[in-house]
Each structure stands twice: as C-alpha cells, then as structure tokens.
C-alpha cells in the first residue's frame, strides 16, 4: 500500500460522492485515512535496527577492530551480537544493503522483494535437465542485500532437521558438529536470555505458530495424509521429522523476526559494536606471505568512496553462500583453474565454490472446488493488518503446511526423501499467484495458463523437493571484478540418483490427489502444456520425467561452497573450528561451510551455525587455546598505516 494512492482514492472518492459532507463525515475519513498511512509508516520504523555508522567513519576514519564481521543476515547478526558481549572486543559489521522495506516486515509479501536493490539478482547456468519453464532456462536466485539478510526475503519457516542430518557432519571428521553437540545452540538462539536489571531480553529469535486461515486446505491435506497412513503432528519435535504438521516460523506479532532484529540491534547499543550498511567489501587484504587478514577493502557512498579497516584478530566472511566464495575468490583464495585464467594471484589454492547444494523442487499444481475470493477481500486484509496486526498479511497461510516423505525403501531411522511446501489459492486470487509466479521469473505462457485455471477453481500448489541431493554444483568467477556476478552451475540432476527420487515423488503425489479427501472436492492434478513432455501419457514415468526438466527450479537453501571437512581432507576450505585452511584469522560463519545440506529449511541450521561458531571464537581467544594457531594478533610494527579514505578506482580494487 503506498500513502498517496491511498490519498488519492479518498479525494476522488469524496469528490464523486452523489451526496455531500456537512463535515463530521469529512474529518471521521480524514482521521481513518491518517491513522492507515501512519499505520504503514509504523511497520518498518528505524528504531527496529542498527545506526549507521558510515558518515561517522567518513569523517573520522576508521580504528583497528578485534574483529570484522562481513554481512548482517541470518549468520552474521548473530555472531557479532555474541562476540560483542565481551566488552573488550571492538567489533564492526559491513553490510551491503540498508533497512528493509516494509514489504520485508509483512509475512505475506516475501515473495513481493524480487529484481529490485534489496536482492542481489543470482541466475543459474542453463543445464536442459532443469528451469526450462523459466526465463532464459535460468533459475532465478535472488539473495537478501539487506540487514537480515536472505533471512528477510524468505518464507520464515523455521526447522532444524534430522539427527542423522549433523551425525553425518560428525562422521566426516567434524568434532562438535553431531546432533547431540548442535542441539544446544538451537534451542539458544530461540530463547529468551533472562533480562537482567530491567532491561528487555535480547540475542535471540522470536519464532512462532503461524495464524492458520486456510482450513479448507488444511483439512484436505491432513485427511489425505491420514488415508495414506502419514502422521500427522501438532509440531515437527526433536526426533520425529517425519509426516505432516504445521510448522513454526520466525514470525512474531504479525511482523517476520530476523537475526538483525533480534541480535544484532539490541547488541548495536553496545559501545564496542558498530554497523556500516551500504558497505560493499571488494577485497580481503593480506600479508606479504598471504597467511594473515591484515585489512578489508569497501565501497560506501553509492560506491564512490573506498574505506579500509584493519583487523586485530580475524576477518569473519557471513556474507552466504554465493558471495562468500565470490570474495574469497576475488581475493585470492580458491581453485587455481578458477583463478589463474582471471590472473588473480593465488595465495591459498582450495576448492573454494565447490560442493554447492541446494534443495531442487518441483512446482505441481492441483486445481479443486474451493471458496472464492471476495471483492472486498483484499481491503479488509490490508485494514486488518495495519490496524491490528492479523489476518491474511500477517501469515504465509498453508506454506506452513509441510510433508516429510518416505519414496524410497529403507529402514525407520534414515532420512525422508522428500519435503513438500504447501500453498493454496483461492478461486479467483489472480493477484496473489501472479505474484508467486513472476518471484520465480516463470514464462508469460505458463503464468497465463495458471491464471486462467485459478479463474474456474481453487488450487493447491505443491513445491516437492528433494530433501538430500546427491548432485553437486559449482559457484566460480565470470571476472576479476566484483561489479560482475558469480557463474552459478546449480547442477540440478547432475547425478541420476535425484531424478530417480522426484519420480518416485510424483508417483506419491498421484496417490495423494487420488484420496478421497481430494476426490470429495473434484480435485486433480493441473496439466500445464510442453509439447515435449505431451507427447507421452500424462501422469506416465516419461511424462515426469519431462515436465521435471521444466518446472523444476531452487528452494533458496544454497549450501557448501566453503566446505567443513578435516584439514588432510583435499574438499576442506575450513576445519571443524571454521578457519579458512592456509589463513591464521580467517573464518567463514554461513551456510557456506556446511559439508551436507540439512534436509528442511536451511534459516534455522545457518542460525544454529552462528552461535555455535561464536563459541569456538570465544574458545579460542579466552581459554588459553594457542593464540597462534588460532589466529594471534599481529605485532603493532606488523600492520602498516594506510589512508581510510581515497576517490574510488577500478584499479585500487583489482
């Protein structure tokens, strides 16, 4: 909603009333209409984060930090909000964007922050095994460029996973990173630390029940569950990831909570923590022997100022799993195939970009018969929420709604194979699936024949993904400059295995539609047209298999590009303490690191990542650990002075 459509439509509105205002009319709509527009106002108010820090350091330079944190999402919130509770710590974040919008704040609207400067605008490499429904044949990535990172375009749902999920990162020569030694840092980064001398909670993330408002949807889901002998829970717990249930997201009183909220600004009153936003850090800056972080290298001001900060103790990269690789790549860590071509010096040779992971699903339409939607449908959702706080705005409805699904043999102990995302649209809701269908960058054609079914009925969307991928892609460099983005080979189906797996997932979906609770509303599966895939029988193996190379496309869960694994093993970039292999004070806190990806939604374990590693921070540097191994400071005579500030040059960067 924007303050002068809402202006405008009152006046238009009073001017053709038939019958005018004496008055007391006039002011009662006047005094509504403020309300709503300070209403909006209120949904993203500055206060909620971090003072910018840039103007001061343009004017007074920058000191030496003990430590440097790169990016302010979902991991890096969290980690310098931890590390600055040691008062003696000097602690600066750089983060690339600014506030979120309003948009960000409304649970509803995620899928509204695609192609605009809050995203980094990610494309895979065309593959013709996936995303052909798609423009260009590219899945579109889209990353958070603000504080919250891609915590703040996301859907919000909030999970853990499977103890086997982090046993298996044990088992691969991680000490500390099994189910049992994670768990404790999950349930920390969700609750409330005690207030201490009257002073709110802080350092932590507020998750939540979503507010359930499709119960038809809800019910026929269940039912059909049930009928096929699927448990169904009131909530996902610690061993039983398996079935259906509603999940819990990081949503609190109709707002989305992030990190950025929930850590890092109530940690920005801390005098020895400072935020830079708008900070695009082009190069990480080491000693002659590129063994030690001596400095990092930013743009501020629209990229027309250049600033340099120097580093105590360690540089922490938390800027994801596409941006991390990209930096350090840029800066001479990471494959000499990669590097050497782009005449980069190398100063650490490791398989930087490597081990990419991503949960791939496929979009699988139902159509029913289900209530419509009302005219007045979307003004009362827009008046419930800016007045108080609930309703349609204030929940992503059925997407709470998630399936963990066996489609392969095996015994009770091992993983699911699939996860399915619900969602459903009201006979009629053109605008809210034409908003999910242009997020994902789909072809006009396909939108049109989807907005044309949703015009006769009701549809259940169902996102079935892959919940253990055994494919493997790659993010490299296009350039030597960091204006250009990163080549993104998603290898989607790369190994067979995973084709193998959607099958056997469509197959379940089949037998899903085919329930009775299904029946009981007309309901069947939507036949989106390709001439390719028609020309087998609809619903066969070969049809499958075609219409998955088509709409398929990315959960947004990027994974393992700085791999964790044991420093003899040649896949590590860090070790199991998160230190880049080669580098004394250089480590990577992301989802980057993870060496396997989980098998849910990937915000909760980046979360539980950041605080863990926090841990090991403090470790390190305060229980008599050995300062060199981990990173010791630098002797004074060893840092040398350079001038914070100079104009920007291309070259000053390369």
Same mark, same amino acid.
């Given at each position: 909603?924007? +303050?002068?459509?809402?202006?405008?439509?009152?006046?238009?509105?009073?001017?053709?009333?038939?019958?005018q205002?004496v008055?007391?009319m006039?002011? $009662?709509?006047?005094?509504?209409t403020?309300?709503?527009?300070a209403?909006?106002?209120?949904?993203a108010?500055?206060?909620?984060?971090?003072a910018?820090?840039?103007?001061?350091?343009l004017?007074k330079?920058l000191?030496?930090?003990?430590?440097?944190?790169?990016?302010a999402?979902?991991?890096?919130?969290?980690v310098?909000?931890?590390?600055?509770?040691? =008062?003696?710590w000097?602690?600066?974040?750089?983060?690339?964007g600014e506030n979120?919008?309003?948009?960000?704040?409304?649970?509803? &609207?995620?899928?509204?922050?695609?192609?605009?400067?809050?995203?980094?605008d990610y494309?895979?490499?065309?593959n013709?095994?996936s995303?052909?429904a798609?423009?260009?044949?590219?899945?579109?990535?889209?990353?958070?460029? $603000?504080?919250?990172g891609?915590?703040?375009i996301?859907a919000?749902?909030?999970?853990?996973?499977?103890?086997?999920d982090y046993?298996?990162?044990?088992e691969?020569?991680?000490?500390?990173?099994?189910?049992?030694?994670?768990?404790?840092y999950f349930?920390?980064s969700?609750? =409330?630390p005690?207030?201490?001398?009257?002073?709110?909670?802080?350092?932590?993330i507020?998750?939540?029940d979503?507010?359930?408002l499709?119960?038809?949807?809800?019910?026929?889901? /269940?039912?059909?569950?049930q009928?096929?002998?699927?448990?169904v829970?009131?909530?996902f717990?610690?061993?039983?990831?398996?079935?259906?249930?509603s999940v819990?997201g990081?949503?609190?009183?109709?707002?989305?909570?992030?990190t950025?909220?929930g850590?890092?600004?109530?940690?920005s009153?801390?005098?020895?923590?400072?935020?830079?936003?708008?900070a695009?850090?082009?190069?990480?800056n %080491?000693?002659?022997?590129?063994?030690?972080?001596?400095?990092?290298t930013f743009?501020?001001?629209?990229k027309r100022?250049?600033?340099?900060?120097?580093?105590?103790?360690?540089?922490?990269? +938390?800027?994801g799993?596409?941006?991390?690789?990209?930096?350090l790549?840029?800066?001479g860590?990471?494959?000499?195939?990669?590097?050497?071509?782009l005449?980069?010096?190398?100063?650490?040779?490791l398989p930087?970009?490597?081990?990419?992971?991503?949960?791939? %699903?496929?979009?699988?339409?139902?159509?029913?018969?289900? +209530?419509q939607?009302? +005219?007045?449908?979307?003004?009362?959702?827009?008046?419930?929420?800016?007045?108080?706080?609930?309703?349609?705005?204030?929940?992503?409805?059925? $997407?709470?709604l998630?399936?963990?699904?066996?489609? &392969?043999p095996?015994? #009770?102990?091992?993983?699911p194979?699939?996860?399915?995302?619900?969602k459903?649209f009201r006979?009629?809701?053109e605008?809210?699936?034409?908003?999910f269908?242009?997020?994902?960058?789909?072809?006009?054609?396909i939108q049109?024949?989807?907005l044309?079914?949703?015009?006769?009925?009701?549809?259940?969307?169902f996102?079935?993904?892959?919940?253990?991928?055994?494919?493997?892609?790659?993010?490299?460099l296009?350039?030597?400059?960091?204006?250009?983005p990163?080549?993104?080979?998603?290898? /989607?189906?790369?190994?067979?295995?995973?084709?193998?797996?959607m099958? #056997?997932?469509m197959?379940?979906?089949?037998? %899903?539609?085919?329930t009775?609770?299904?029946?009981?509303?007309?309901?069947?599966?939507?036949h989106?047209? %390709?001439?390719?895939?028609?020309?087998?029988?609809?619903?066969?193996?070969k049809?499958?298999?075609?219409?998955?190379?088509? $709409?398929?496309?990315?959960?947004?869960?990027p994974?393992?590009?700085?791999?964790?694994?044991?420093?003899?093993?040649?896949s590590?970039?860090?070790?199991s303490?998160?230190?880049?292999?080669?580098?004394?004070?250089?480590?990577?806190?992301d989802?980057?690191?993870? =060496?396997?990806?989980?098998?849910v939604n990937?915000?909760?374990?980046?979360?539980?990542?950041?605080e863990?590693?926090?841990?090991?921070?403090?470790e390190?540097w &305060?229980?008599n650990?050995?300062m060199?191994?981990?990173?010791?400071?630098?002797?004074?005579?060893?840092?040398?002075?350079?001038?914070?500030?100079f104009?920007?040059?291309e070259?000053d960067?390369?």
């Open positions: 909603m924007h +303050s002068t459509s809402i202006a405008s439509h009152s006046q238009s509105h009073q001017q053709q009333c038939a019958s205002s008055g007391v006039n002011t $009662m709509v006047s005094l509504l403020e309300y709503l527009l209403a909006q106002c209120d949904i108010r500055p206060e909620y984060y971090p910018d820090y840039a103007e001061e350091a004017r330079g000191d030496r930090y003990d430590f440097v944190v790169v990016g999402g979902s991991a890096g919130s969290v310098a909000s931890r590390l600055s509770e040691n =008062p003696k000097k602690i600066l974040v750089l983060e690339a979120p919008p309003q948009e960000s704040e409304v649970p509803a &609207l995620s899928m509204a922050l695609r192609h605009n400067r809050y995203v980094y494309y895979t490499e065309p013709g095994r995303c052909r798609f423009k260009r044949d590219q899945c579109y990535w889209p990353r958070g460029r $603000m504080l919250g891609s915590g703040a996301n919000m749902m909030y999970l853990r996973g499977n103890r086997q046993d298996k990162w044990l691969m020569g991680n000490p500390g990173w099994g189910y049992d030694d994670v768990w404790p349930e920390k969700v609750t =409330p005690p207030a201490e001398n009257g002073t709110s909670s802080q350092d932590y507020a998750i939540s979503f507010e359930h499709d119960e038809e949807a809800f019910r026929m889901v /269940y039912q059909a569950a009928e096929l002998g699927q448990p829970f009131e909530h717990g610690r061993d039983n990831y398996r079935g259906y249930s819990q990081t949503v609190s009183g109709g707002y989305r909570t992030t950025a909220k850590y890092l600004t109530p940690a009153r801390r005098q020895n923590l400072q935020v830079i936003k708008n695009q850090v082009v190069k990480i %080491f000693d002659t022997k590129g063994k030690r972080v001596k400095s990092l743009l501020i001001q629209q100022r250049t600033l340099t900060v120097k580093i105590r103790k360690e540089a922490i990269l +938390s800027a799993s596409i941006d991390t690789p990209k930096l790549m840029l800066s860590i990471g494959p000499r195939e990669v590097l050497d071509p005449h980069i010096p190398i100063l650490q040779d930087v970009g490597e081990n990419l992971q991503d949960h791939v %699903f496929n979009v699988v339409f139902a159509r029913y018969n289900g +209530s939607i009302q +005219s007045t449908d979307s003004l009362d959702m827009v008046y419930d929420y800016l007045v108080y706080k609930n309703g349609t705005l204030s929940t992503i409805g059925s $997407m709470s998630v399936g963990f699904i066996d489609v &392969l095996k015994t #009770k102990n091992d993983y194979d699939v996860q399915i995302i619900h459903a006979q009629g809701d605008q809210s699936l034409k908003t269908l242009v997020s994902t960058d789909m072809r006009e054609e049109e024949h989807l044309q079914e949703i015009r006769e009925h009701s549809l259940l969307l996102l079935t993904l892959i919940s253990h991928p055994t494919s493997r892609g790659s993010v490299t296009n350039s030597r400059s960091y204006q250009k990163p080549k993104i080979d998603a290898n /989607y189906f790369g190994d067979p295995a995973d084709m193998d797996v099958l #056997k997932s197959e379940y979906l089949e037998r %899903f539609v085919n009775s609770a299904f029946h009981a509303r007309q309901a069947e599966l939507v989106i047209p %390709f001439k390719e895939c028609d020309q087998f029988a609809f619903k066969s193996e049809y499958w298999r075609c219409y998955s190379t088509y $709409m398929s496309t990315t959960c947004y869960h994974v393992g590009t700085t791999k964790m694994a044991p420093r003899e093993d040649p590590a970039v860090v070790d303490r998160l230190r880049v292999k080669g580098v004394t004070n250089l480590r990577v806190i989802a980057s690191i993870m =060496p396997t990806i989980p098998g990937t915000n909760g374990p980046t979360i539980m990542v950041a863990k590693a926090a841990d090991l921070i403090k390190d &305060l229980q650990r050995n060199k191994e981990a990173g010791g400071e630098p002797e004074e005579e060893d840092v040398e002075e350079e001038d914070n500030q104009e920007y040059k070259e960067i390369s």
